[in-house]
């Protein structure tokens, strides 16, 4: 019912700045809460933030709080990813996600879209 699409990925040094973007189709998105999760080689997918259907809350992991921002502009349909003071640990493909009902926000089977992701390389 929805497609998700994500861009912005790219190589990036430590210390920048990144903003991802996430797309979506149909005219349902207020209706989603979103979320983004990301996933480095060899390891687990892990959740990065989430906000809610009207962008009143928001969550984020520990390791990226102070450091990354998540927002959404419904009358677009897009979801962002603002990422700054980026680090070599943060390299991984990012997910846009979205769910249709109430969530545990961090918990990504509760998400029911996904996007392909979209890869951020942070150099050293």
């Known amino acids: 019912q929805v497609q998700l699409v994500e861009s912005g990925g790219r190589l990036v040094q430590a210390g920048g700045s990144l903003r991802l973007s996430c797309a979506a189709s149909g005219r349902t998105f207020s209706s989603y809460a979103m979320g983004w999760f990301r996933q480095a080689p060899g390891k687990e997918r892990e959740f990065v933030a989430a906000i809610s259907r009207g962008g009143g809350s928001t969550y984020y992991a520990d390791s990226v709080k102070g450091r990354f921002t998540i927002s959404r502009d419904n009358a677009k349909n897009t979801v962002y990813l603002q990422m700054n003071s980026l680090k070599p640990d943060d390299t991984a493909v990012y997910y846009c996600?979205?769910?249709?009902?109430?969530?545990?926000?961090?918990?990504?089977?509760?998400?029911?879209?996904w996007g392909q992701g979209t890869q951020v390389t942070v150099s050293s």
């Open positions: 996600a979205a769910a249709t009902d109430r969530l545990r926000p961090t918990t990504s089977s509760d998400y029911n879209y």
